[in-house]
Nanobody
Framework: QVQLVESGGGLVQAGGSLRLSCAASGRTASSYAMGWFRQAPGKEREFVATISWSGAVTYYADSVKGRFTISRDNAKNTVYLQMNSLKPEDTAVYYC????????????????WGQGTQVTVSS
């Protein structure tokens, strides 16, 4: 069993930055690929970014490529999402996720979910 706890959400103006963190706990937490998904009001949950357990492989949604960076620190069992140049359309609840590989996770095959953290970008 893996537990995921997100933090770092909040309110920011358009053009600003936020860094989300996701702390994973559990015996095998560091062996999982990790990722971020988001869900805006009235919309389906969507893939944002994933990273392999080693950190060598990453995937990004086209809508965030060049603005968001996913990274991980396996010594701390933590994955990060650095979000720059934020736009109002980035407003959503952001969920941390764990899965078998970065590619599998990107396709929505999630083994574990976090509880989510709200990100609101004002115009």
């Amino acid at each position: 069993q893996v537990q995921l706890v997100e933090s770092g959400g909040g309110l920011v103006q358009a053009g600003g930055s936020l860094r989300l963190s996701c702390a994973a706990s559990g015996r095998t937490a560091s062996s999982y690929a990790m990722g971020w998904f988001r869900q805006a009001p009235g919309k389906e949950r969507e893939f944002v970014a994933t990273i392999s357990w080693s950190g060598a492989v990453t995937y990004y949604a086209d809508s965030v490529k060049g603005r968001f960076t996913i990274s991980r620190d396996n010594a701390k069992n933590t994955v990060y999402l650095q979000m720059n140049s934020l736009k109002p359309e980035d407003t959503a609840v952001y969920y941390c996720a764990a899965g078998d590989s970065a590619l599998v996770l990107r396709r929505g095959n999630v083994a574990y979910w976090g509880q989510g953290t709200q990100v609101t970008v004002s115009s």
